[in-house]
């Protein structure tokens, strides 16, 4: 304690907050989707530096008065595909950094605390859009774009060949010694996804994993039961890319279903 004639002066060292980087995803030609539906097009691509007002924003803030009453961003880039208007879900698409202006607000702080809403923003710049699924998301792509269609008919065909012999495995249900289940892994990776404010990353992965196998698949003689577990086994490899530098092998293995592409073993008499 201080003695009573001594005085101490107390500084806090503040270290400058890092400015807060907004996130608004278009498709790839530039344009909001929402404003496009509405029938008012924004296009960001031709605003690059400028200051970009809405074209008829909400008189109630923040109210869906329209299908685009407000620009939409968000502050984590792994949520900035969410709530985009973008349907069905494909790739490429564009993200764009870009500063809100004038009032700004949230549907619900306590709920939304990533998101931002104004009627007016200031286009930065373009930044690479694999970004937003997250920071493995050129890997994520790369399994979707390449390693995917490489083994989407295999997987087919490997379900097709013997039923039976594949329902035995039970991947989603059992895990064993070396991995977890499938689907206790897949749990586990939405739950990381969520925490790290990545859930519309995970989203977007899982469909476009599930794309590319039908894109793969379009031409075979496939079953229904082998795309559905062609669309498991391919979301799984996706979503172990997402999650690549945070699981360790036994989470990693079971997203991937190692060992499923042995010879089924023969049923026991």
């Keep these: 304690m201080s003695s009573p004639g001594c005085s101490h002066t107390f500084t806090e060292a503040r270290m400058p907050r ?30 690059v530096g400028q200051v970009v007002d809405h074209p008829k924003p909400c008189v109630n803030l923040w109210f869906d008065e329209s ?43 306590r709920h939304y605390p990533y998101r931002l809403l104004s009627h007016q923003i200031r286009v930065i710049e373009e930044v690479d859009a694999h970004l937003a699924l997250g920071p493995c998301g050129r890997d994520v792509l790369n399994v979707i774009q390449q390693e995917i269609p490489a083994h989407a008919t295999r997987w087919a065909a490997d379900w097709d060949a ?20 499938g ?64 699981f360790g092998a036994y989470v990693l293995d079971a997203l991937r279903g190692v060992g499923l592409d042995s010879p089924v073993p023969a049923a026991v008499a």
């Design 18 to 47: 890092k400015p807060v980087t907004w996130y608004i995803v278009t498709p790839a030609d530039g344009i909001i989707e929402m404003s496009r539906q509405a029938g008012t097009p924004v296009n960001l691509a031709t605003n």
């Design 67 to 109: 299908r685009f009453s407000y620009f939409r961003m968000a502050k984590r880039v792994g949520e900035a595909l969410g709530d985009t208007g973008i349907s069905p879900i494909t790739w490429p698409v564009r993200l764009w950094s870009v500063e809100p202006l004038g009032e700004t607000g949230n549907w619900s702080p």
């Design 162 to 181: 013997d039923p039976e012999g594949m329902r035995r495995r039970d991947w989603e249900q059992h895990g064993g010694p070396a991995c977890g289940s």
């Design 183 to 246: 689907r206790w892994a897949d749990s586990l990776a939405m739950s990381v996804s969520h925490n790290r404010r990545e859930l519309a990353a995970h989203t977007w992965i899982e469909h476009l994993a599930r794309r590319a196998v039908a894109q793969a698949l379009a031409d075979s003689d496939a079953s229904m039961a082998a795309y559905c577990y062609a669309y498991s086994r391919a979301t799984g490899h996706a979503v172990a890319a997402q999650h690549h530098n945070r």
